[in-house]
C-alpha cells in the first residue's frame, strides 16, 4: 500500500487508526467509485490505478478535469468540505486501490491535527494543478501540452510506459485527435517518446521536458517531496 504517496506520509499513530478500516482490490476501466452529486461514501488511494475527475452536462456530454493516481485521494475537496462531489470519480486506468470507509477517516481528522494539515495541502496541491490547467489551456500550444501531460502521468504512475490512447489524450487535452497525433508525431520526431497501439514510452525524459509548457517545472516547484513509509 506503500506505493500511494499520501498513505506512505501517514504518521504513525494516523496510519494505526486507520490501517484496520483499509481494504485492497482492482478497479476496472470505467468504473465510476463515486456518483456526480452524491456524497463521498468511501476514500480511494490509487497505487496502480488511475482515476479521473469527470462532469457530466445535462446533454450528456462530459469532461474529464483531472486524473489522479499514486500521489492522490480521491474525493479530497468535498470530503473535507462534507459537500456532495460536484464529478464522478471514473477508473481512467485499471489497477489497484486501497479504500475506507470516508467516515472513519473522517473521525482520524477530527483528532489528528497532523493529518488535517496534510490533507489540505495535498487539497491545494490539486486546486494548484486545476489552475494550471485552466491557464495551459489557454496559453500553451499542442506539443508543450502534450509533453506536460505525459510527464504528469509518468509520474503519478512512476513509469515510463503508459498506457493511453490517442482518444484518452484528446478528451484529457480537450483536443481533436487529429491535433493530439500532429502533437505525438512532433514529439516522437524529436526522438522524446516512443509510441503504437495505445503505448507510449519515455525515451527522452530531459527532451520531453523541455518540450513540456512551463506548467509541469512550476508546478513541481511547488510540491513538496513525497514523504516516506512509517517506520
Known amino acids: 500500500?506503500?506505493?500511494?504517496?499520501?498513505?506512505?506520509?501517514?504518521?504513525?499513530?494516523?496510519f494505526a487508526a486507520l490501517r484496520p478500516h483499509l481494504s485492497e482490490r482492482r478497479v476496472e476501466r470505467g468504473?465510476?467509485?463515486?456518483?456526480?452529486?452524491?456524497?463521498?461514501?468511501?476514500?480511494?488511494?490509487?497505487?496502480?490505478?488511475?482515476?479521473?475527475?469527470?462532469?457530466?452536462?445535462?446533454?450528456?456530454?462530459?469532461?474529464?478535469?483531472?486524473?489522479?493516481?499514486?500521489?492522490g485521494v480521491s474525493g479530497l475537496a468535498p470530503f473535507l468540505a462534507e459537500a456532495p462531489c460536484?464529478?464522478?470519480?471514473?477508473?481512467?486506468?485499471?489497477?489497484?486501490?486501497?479504500?475506507?470507509?470516508?467516515?472513519v477517516l473522517q473521525r482520524q481528522v477530527d483528532a489528528s491535527a497532523s493529518l488535517r494539515r496534510d490533507l489540505l495541502?495535498?487539497?491545494?496541491?490539486?486546486?494548484?494543478?486545476?489552475?494550471?490547467?485552466?491557464?495551459?489551456?489557454?496559453?500553451?500550444?499542442?506539443?508543450?501540452?502534450?509533453?506536460r501531460l505525459l510527464l504528469l502521468h509518468g509520474d503519478r504512475r512512476r513509469t515510463?510506459?503508459?498506457?493511453?490512447?490517442?482518444?484518452?489524450?484528446?478528451?484529457?487535452?480537450?483536443?481533436?485527435?487529429?491535433?493530439?497525433n500532429a502533437a505525438a508525431l512532433e514529439l516522437k520526431a524529436g526522438r522524446a517518446i516512443r509510441y503504437s497501439r495505445g503505448i507510449i514510452r519515455i525515451i527522452d525524459r530531459p527532451a520531453l521536458e523541455q518540450a513540456a509548457c512551463e506548467c509541469h517545472s512550476l508546478h513541481r516547484s511547488m510540491t513538496p517531496e513525497p514523504a516516506t513509509a512509517p517506520a
Not at 500511494?4 to 504518521?11: E, M, R, S, W, Y
Not at 461514501?41 to 497505487?47: A, L, N, V
Open 121 to 147: 495541502r495535498l487539497s491545494n496541491d490539486y486546486q494548484t494543478q486545476a489552475s494550471f490547467g485552466v491557464a495551459c489551456a489557454a496559453l500553451h500550444n499542442a506539443p508543450s501540452r502534450l509533453a
Open 31 to 71: 468504473e465510476v467509485l463515486v456518483e456526480q452529486g452524491s456524497a463521498v461514501e468511501y476514500i480511494y488511494f490509487p497505487t496502480t490505478a488511475l482515476l479521473s475527475n469527470t462532469v457530466t452536462f445535462s446533454d450528456g456530454r462530459s469532461a474529464e478535469t483531472f486524473v489522479m493516481g499514486v500521489e
Open 160 to 180: 515510463d510506459e503508459l498506457r493511453l490512447t490517442q482518444e484518452d489524450l484528446a478528451t484529457l487535452l480537450g483536443m481533436q485527435r487529429t491535433t493530439v
Open 86 to 103: 460536484a464529478w464522478a470519480v471514473e477508473v481512467k486506468v485499471a489497477g489497484s486501490v486501497w479504500f475506507a470507509p470516508a467516515r
Open 1 to 14: 500500500m506503500f506505493r500511494n504517496q499520501t498513505l506512505a506520509a501517514l504518521c504513525a499513530p494516523d
